[in-house]
């Protein structure tokens, strides 16, 4: 049978003739077309398990299948469907293999969704595909063969869950490959080079390792090549310079290193974006940018480039975004500035970046020259110095200005409340004096507020309150006076002020009850009194109250029990009265809470929070009683008040006569032992125990078992250290037992005692009490009880295992731990270098005088050496005697300058500190057999850094990397040599080349806050 356009049409009708009736069945196909894209549709739509948008409301029989949304088809019968796009629909579901029969198909578009699986390998049977774009949605699994797909232009998956290797089978006439944000792993494949139309490689946010193959310089069509956030290794890619059609070039982060080539932008004229932050590059930054004249986003951060900024790049007009922040670039005389008065050329400039370089000296007036157009200026963490800069008043359209961490002076000028466009002001960290500018409050878009770590002084102005957008104040460690304007807590959107460490007195404003959107309050070290505004519970946001080292007094707040997300609670050392309020047990989020050394009195609360001993500190509370186990509290007494008058009136009675004739012949006892026996003069306890609960050398002996070496667990040249448990209270305690016999003991434990009385921070081992008695041999007996760290020492977490013979485990000490220990430890010396009233020297720091509780927090202990300085003067309560032995402190963590008869210093303790961050990074004794013939930890490390560092630090941290994230990895490795760069700062030569302790804590809190956020 001959078949024609008509007998095509008769074909499709099917005649079925029965004896009783006549069935016409008609296909689907000659009413709606090919009936496999209409079902391969519908399966589509059955593996969507949720459409919030109904997407596929016009999905049904009663419309032909090419008007479904989201679906094309031909033009002419039969319609086959050639394009299905759902891009942002909110579907949730999978992709049906189904798809894989529209043949036709040339684009799927199913862009930002929440597909899941696998992307179906029939997808990879579409000959007529061009198109196919799955980014932004939740896609598992391996990326299957597109070899087949011989006309497929565009393959972006990019920003799913998809694993294995780095795909290598595309079709030959690809033109953009777009993985980003996957899971992929392995190596960039060479045969990627055969694709010569491709003029798009994007891979970033990755783990693949190794470099760009050599291959690629055939890739003659390429214009775009993103590579960050990888695990890309070794030189700068040669092949690159090859690739003179590209325009925008992403290496950063990854591990690249060694220089960048000189003639990087005379191969790539074409060049309009280079990022090649966050690697380890060295040497000058090239002066070839001027070759590409069109480039306008340069980021060259987080590396190690030396040496000036070169003037050449003022010639880039187009120039909208420099980022050069985190390197070792100077700048100090005029000459070195040249490239500022050239930068001015870049009229369109919008954000400028040399945060964290060496920078020194006064900023070039030339700063206001720079375009109308610069919203960021960051200059933060340099060792910039002189007046507050004043081409700062030109840059009227600034958002965001950083000036913080440098040795800036004078006062802040009042013009700066005229750079009305300000959103975030950054000071902090420097030397300014005077007073907080009013003006300030004219910034009416001013949302973040640094002006801590000055030396500001005054009143903090009442407008300050008109802030209508402001998020934080930080005006912590500054000379500030006077009360807390209730204007502050008036700020609608505050949610972080930090006032700590300063002079404020007064009370706290009941208004502060208005702050519903505060989260952080830290007032503390300041000298605020009267009670807790009760108001306060009113703050529902609250997550951080820190009110410690102040004189607040009356009773807790009950109301702070109904603030539900608070974390951290800190009302220690005031004077605060009355019983623990029983509404803090419903605190069930609460981290920290520190009542300690206050006159609180009844019992301690055993629900809730109060389970947890690890989290509540109380001590330094006379009156409290009962509670949880762990907290080794005596018991509450049930005895009625009367009874108990009358029983303490008996005893009296009885006992006093007795205590009066015990107390003569114990007197007469000593006075004949120290006139016939030893002939020595007895030195006073220092006032340190009229301050602490009395213990005797029996109630000592009682506790370590008479001081048994089974208790032993540390040993000085001065003293012993043993574990005990003290029979009054039942609290494990370390008692410190100075041997006077040798020289120089007695002296030890006067210094520590006037050194504790005098110091008191989180951070520094808590002293419970001092015991300056007679043994039962007669003998002076001299010790020192503190709280018991149950980590032990930082040596014998670092080195224990080492130290006994055939082990060569190690306890696993992690990133995170490392950097907060720096931190705990930095806090500490900040504090005593300069916080306290009179400067104090530890003299003598290293890990075994670090110690750790249960929480891996570190405190510092062993004041044995510790000096005074007032003034240009040093003193200690050793007399002038003292051997210059004792003042170097330890071999190896010692300043050199010790060993020339130096004097002591501040500079020093920065110096061991310098040396323990090194180990602790490292994990090497700076006595190590490896540092001999002239090299020492400072050197070792100084010769692999930067390149290198990955050689020399702890494998366990190397093996850590290796097993986290590539985001997470990047971020440590990335925090590692900021880390290890302070290390070498602190360990300079010359006492007047180290930082200060003030900077090093600033640099650490940083890049612990980065680290975390991360």
């Given at each position: 049978m001959k078949v024609n356009t008509v007998g095509k049409l008769l074909l499709l009708v099917l005649v079925t003739f029965s004896a009783h009736h006549v069935v016409v069945i008609c296909s689907s196909s000659f009413l709606h077309g090919n009936d496999t894209d209409r079902l391969s549709l519908l399966d589509f739509k059955d593996a969507i398990s949720l459409d919030p948008q109904q997407a596929f409301m016009s999905w049904n029989d009663s419309t032909h299948f090419c008007n479904w949304e989201g679906v094309l088809c031909t033009v002419k019968a039969p319609r086959r469907v050639v394009s299905l796009n759902l891009t942002s629909r909110g579907l949730v579901g999978q992709i049906s293999p189904s798809l894989g029969n529209l043949t036709f198909l040339h684009s799927l578009v199913l862009t930002e969704n929440t597909l899941a699986g696998d992307i179906p390998t029939s997808l990879g049977h579409l000959h007529r595909l061009q198109t196919l774009r799955l980014n932004n949605n939740t896609l598992q699994g391996r990326i299957p063969s597109f070899a087949n797909c011989t006309e497929l232009k565009v393959f972006h998956v990019?920003?799913?869950?998809?694993?294995?290797?780095?795909?290598?089978?595309?079709?030959?006439?690809?033109?953009?490959?777009?993985?980003?944000?996957?899971?992929?792993?392995?190596?960039?494949?060479?045969?990627?080079?055969?694709?010569?139309?491709?003029?798009?490689?994007?891979?970033?946010?990755?783990?693949?390792?190794?470099?760009?193959?050599?291959?690629?310089?055939?890739?003659?069509?390429?214009?775009?090549?993103?590579?960050?956030?990888?695990?890309?290794?070794?030189?700068?890619?040669?092949?690159?310079?090859?690739?003179?059609?590209?325009?925008?070039?992403?290496?950063?982060?990854?591990?690249?290193?060694?220089?960048?080539?000189?003639?990087?932008?005379?191969?790539?004229?074409?060049?309009?974006?280079?990022?090649?932050?966050?690697?380890?590059?060295?040497?000058?930054?090239?002066?070839?940018?001027?070759?590409?004249?069109?480039?306008?986003?340069?980021?060259?951060?987080?590396?190690?480039?030396?040496?000036?900024?070169?003037?050449?790049?003022?010639?880039?007009?187009?120039?909208?975004?420099?980022?050069?922040?985190?390197?070792?670039?100077?700048?100090?005389?005029?000459?070195?500035?040249?490239?500022?008065?050239?930068?001015?050329?870049?009229?369109?400039?919008?954000?400028?970046?040399?945060?964290?370089?060496?920078?020194?000296?006064?900023?070039?007036?030339?700063?206001?020259?720079?375009?109308?157009?610069?919203?960021?200026?960051?200059?933060?963490?340099?060792?910039?110095?002189?007046?507050?800069?004043?081409?700062?008043?030109?840059?009227?359209?600034?958002?965001?200005?950083?000036?913080?961490?440098?040795?800036?002076?004078?006062?802040?000028?009042?013009?700066?409340?005229?750079?009305?466009?300000?959103?975030?002001?950054?000071?902090?960290?420097?030397?300014?004096?005077?007073?907080?500018?009013?003006?300030?409050?004219?910034?009416?878009?001013?949302?973040?507020?640094?002006?801590?770590?000055?030396?500001?002084?005054?009143?903090?102005?009442?407008?300050?309150?008109?802030?209508?957008?402001?998020?934080?104040?930080?005006?912590?460690?500054?000379?500030?006076?006077?009360?807390?304007?209730?204007?502050?807590?008036?700020?609608?959107?505050?949610?972080?002020?930090?006032?700590?460490?300063?002079?404020?007195?007064?009370?706290?404003?009941?208004?502060?009850?208005?702050?519903?959107?505060?989260?952080?309050?830290?007032?503390?070290?300041?000298?605020?009194?009267?009670?807790?505004?009760?108001?306060?519970?009113?703050?529902?946001?609250?997550?951080?109250?820190?009110?410690?080292?102040?004189?607040?007094?009356?009773?807790?707040?009950?109301?702070?029990?109904?603030?539900?997300?608070?974390?951290?609670?800190?009302?220690?050392?005031?004077?605060?009265?009355?019983?623990?309020?029983?509404?803090?047990?419903?605190?069930?989020?609460?981290?920290?809470?520190?009542?300690?050394?206050?006159?609180?009195?009844?019992?301690?609360?055993?629900?809730?929070?109060?389970?947890?001993?690890?989290?509540?500190?109380?001590?330094?509370?006379?009156?409290?009683?009962?509670?949880?186990?762990?907290?080794?509290?005596?018991?509450?007494?049930?005895?009625?008040?009367?009874?108990?008058?009358?029983?303490?009136?008996?005893?009296?009675?009885?006992?006093?006569?007795?205590?009066?004739?015990?107390?003569?012949?114990?007197?007469?006892?000593?006075?004949?032992?120290?006139?016939?026996?030893?002939?020595?003069?007895?030195?006073?306890l220092p006032s340190l125990a009229t301050k602490f609960p009395k213990v005797s050398f029996n109630n000592l002996a009682k506790a370590t078992h008479g001081f048994s070496t089974s208790n032993l667990i540390g040993r000085g040249g001065y003293s012993s250290v043993y574990k005990g448990k003290l029979v009054e209270d039942g609290n494990e305690v370390a008692i410190k037992v100075f041997n006077l016999e040798t020289r120089g003991a007695q002296k030890s434990f006067i210094a520590e005692c006037n050194a504790l009385r005098n110091v008191r921070h989180r951070n520094l081992v808590h002293i419970i009490t001092a015991c300056s008695s007679i043994d039962s041999n007669g003998n002076d007996f001299k010790a020192l009880v503190y709280e018991l760290m149950r980590g032990g020492d930082l040596n014998k977490l670092l080195h224990s295992n080492q130290d006994h013979e055939g082990s060569s485990d190690l306890y696993l000490i992690t990133m995170a731990q490392r950097i907060s220990i720096l931190v705990d430890v930095a806090d500490v010396l900040e504090y005593l270098h300069h916080n306290n009233e009179g400067t104090m020297v530890h003299c003598d720091l290293k890990p075994s005088n670090i110690l750790l509780d249960d929480n891996m927090i570190a405190h510092v202990g062993d004041f044995g050496l510790a000096r005074f300085k007032v003034g240009s003067t040093t003193s200690s309560q050793c007399n002038s005697s003292s051997s210059s032995v004792a003042v170097m402190g330890t071999i190896g963590y010692a300043a050199p300058e010790y060993a020339r008869g130096g004097q002591v210093s501040t500079a020093a303790d920065v110096y061991s500190f310098g040396v323990v961050l090194l180990e602790i990074f490292i994990r090497r004794r700076p006595t190590d057999d490896m540092f001999k013939d002239g090299l020492n930890i400072v050197k070792f490390t100084e010769i692999s850094f930067p390149d290198r560092v990955l050689e020399i630090v702890d494998p366990q941290l190397l093996q850590e990397l290796e097993e986290t994230p590539v985001a997470l990895k990047e971020t440590s490795v990335n925090c590692l040599l900021p880390i290890l760069n302070i290390g070498l700062c602190c360990t300079k030569p010359s006492p007047g080349e180290r930082i200060t302790m003030h900077e090093v804590a600033t640099k650490l809190h940083g890049i612990r806050d980065a680290y975390l956020r991360s």
């Open positions: 990019a920003f799913n869950n998809l694993i294995g290797q780095f795909p290598a089978n595309f079709p030959p006439h690809l033109q953009m490959l777009q993985v980003s944000g996957n899971n992929l792993t392995g190596t960039i494949p060479a045969s990627l080079a055969n694709i010569t139309t491709l003029t798009h490689i994007t891979f970033s946010y990755n783990h693949i390792s190794e470099n760009i193959p050599s291959e690629f310089a055939d890739l003659s069509s390429l214009q775009y090549l993103y590579a960050a956030v990888n695990q890309l290794t070794g030189r700068f890619p040669q092949a690159i310079l090859n690739l003179s059609t590209l325009i925008g070039l992403d290496l950063g982060p990854n591990s690249l290193s060694g220089e960048v080539p000189p003639n990087l932008c005379a191969s790539l004229p074409n060049l309009q974006i280079l990022v090649l932050a966050e690697n380890f590059f060295i040497g000058n930054i090239p002066s070839s940018f001027t070759n590409a004249s069109n480039i306008y986003d340069i980021d060259l951060s987080i590396n190690n480039f030396t040496g000036l900024v070169p003037t050449t790049i003022g010639r880039l007009t187009k120039l909208s975004y420099l980022n050069l922040g985190q390197n070792q670039l100077q700048a100090n005389s005029k000459q070195d500035w040249e490239f500022l008065d050239n930068l001015g050329n870049c009229t369109e400039l919008q954000m400028f970046s040399l945060s964290w370089n060496r920078l020194s000296g006064h900023v070039p007036s030339s700063l206001g020259n720079l375009s109308n157009q610069l919203q960021k200026l960051y200059l933060g963490e340099n060792q910039l110095s002189g007046d507050f800069p004043s081409g700062i008043a030109n840059l009227r359209n600034l958002i965001l200005l950083s000036l913080g961490a440098n040795h800036f002076t004078g006062v802040v000028p009042e013009w700066i409340g005229t750079v009305k466009t300000l959103q975030l002001l950054d000071l902090g960290g420097n030397y300014f004096t005077g007073g907080i500018p009013s003006s300030l409050s004219n910034l009416s878009q001013l949302g973040w507020l640094y002006l801590d770590s000055n030396q500001f002084i005054g009143h903090i102005p009442p407008s300050l309150g008109n802030f209508p957008m402001l998020q934080c104040l930080d005006i912590y460690n500054n000379n500030l006076s006077g009360k807390i304007p209730m204007e502050i807590f008036k700020i609608p959107t505050m949610f972080i002020l930090k006032l700590s460490s300063n002079n404020l007195d007064g009370q706290l404003p009941t208004d502060i009850g208005n702050a519903k959107q505060l989260v952080h309050l830290l007032l503390s070290s300041n000298k605020l009194s009267g009670d807790i505004p009760n108001t306060l519970g009113d703050c529902e946001s609250l997550e951080d109250i820190e009110l410690d080292l102040n004189i607040f007094s009356g009773s807790i707040p009950a109301s702070l029990g109904n603030i539900s997300g608070l974390k951290v609670l800190n009302l220690s050392a005031n004077n605060l009265t009355g019983s623990i309020s029983t509404s803090l047990v419903n605190l069930q989020l609460l981290e920290k809470l520190d009542l300690s050394f206050n006159h609180l009195n009844g019992e301690v609360p055993t629900k809730g929070i109060f389970k947890n001993a690890t989290i509540v500190r109380i001590d330094g509370n006379q009156g409290l009683c009962g509670g949880a186990l762990e907290l080794h509290m005596l018991a509450c007494s049930v005895m009625p008040l009367n009874s108990i008058r009358h029983k303490r009136s008996v005893m009296l009675k009885i006992v006093t006569p007795i205590a009066s004739m015990v107390s003569l012949a114990l007197v007469i006892f000593v006075l004949l032992l120290w006139r016939g026996k030893h002939k020595r003069k007895s030195v006073s």
